[in-house]
T-cell receptor, first 117, second 114 residues
Framework: AQKVTQAQTEISVVEKEDVTLDCVYE???????LFWYKQPPSGELVFLIR??????QNEISGRYSWNFQKSTSSFNFTITASQVVDSAVYFC??????????????FGKGTKLSVKP | DTAVSQTPKYLVTQMGNDKSIKCEQN?????MYWYKQDSKKFLKIMFS???????INETVPNRFSPKSPDKAHLNLHINSLELGDSAVYFC?????????????FGPGTRLTVL
């Protein structure tokens, strides 16, 4: 079973639109961490955010915001007023403290976001 | 200064050859990793390694072997290359505990096996 599911394979929006990238995870651990990474067309992977399982406060960083809901096992990422530079593949990832993944990151399959001018 | 560097950036080779990809990090991190990203962009861990333990993803063929001369380097050696090995390989590093700390990725090495 997939531990991290990003159901949206590709999303296309027009500049200035808001867009939400979904991430649903599965774990039996009570302590775990969730991450988002960005991979722009240039190919490098850039860390965006980390969230632990005990902190359900939403986070906002400029145009980016994250909504963590344990009840639905989701950690969604919203970009407000999208810009062309936001075009990238976005990965959600899970790390479990005690689970079989031995603390390593388990990535979702990524969502490719295209922002058109 | 580049935090995590990989060489080469591109590698084109014939089936059956043996090749290595080098990785260096100057962040003083304890743990280093190798990931494979396939043509569909799926990222999968191959190895994680620190001074004390090597954790191998069980799906990785034993033709792939990590070699770490010291804490700052983790090279990936691949024997008898196959067409299916074509992918982008990313090196990464993090501080321990690995489950908590973000990983810093290298720029990737695009391997093409002909």
């Amino acid at each position: 079973a997939q531990k991290v599911t990003q159901a949206q394979t590709e999303i296309s929006v027009v500049e200035k639109e808001d867009v939400t990238l979904d991430c649903v995870y599965e774990t039996r651990d009570t302590t775990y961490y969730l991450f988002w990474y960005k991979q722009p067309p240039s190919g490098e992977l850039v860390f965006l955010i980390r969230r632990n399982s005990f902190d359900e406060q939403n986070e906002i960083s400029g145009r980016y915001s994250w909504n963590f809901q344990k009840s639905t096992s989701s950690f969604n990422f919203t970009i407000t007023a999208s810009q062309v530079v936001d075009s990238a593949v976005y990965f959600c990832a899970l790390s479990e403290v005690d689970g079989g993944s031995q603390g390593n990151l388990i990535f979702g399959k990524g969502t490719k976001l295209s922002v058109k001018p | 200064d580049t935090a995590v560097s990989q060489t080469p950036k591109y590698l084109v080779t014939q089936m059956g050859n043996d090749k290595s990809i080098k990785c260096e990090q100057n962040l003083g991190h304890d743990t280093m990793y190798w990931y494979k990203q396939d043509s569909k962009k799926f990222l999968k861990i191959m190895f994680s390694y620190n001074n004390k333990e090597l954790i191998i993803n069980e799906t990785v063929p034993n033709r792939f072997s990590p070699k770490s001369p010291d804490k700052a380097h983790l090279n990936l050696h691949i024997n008898s290359l196959e067409l299916g090995d074509s992918a982008v390989y990313f090196c990464a590093s993090s501080q321990e505990p690995r489950f908590y700390n973000e990983q810093f990725f290298g720029p990737g090495t695009r391997l093409t096996v002909l």
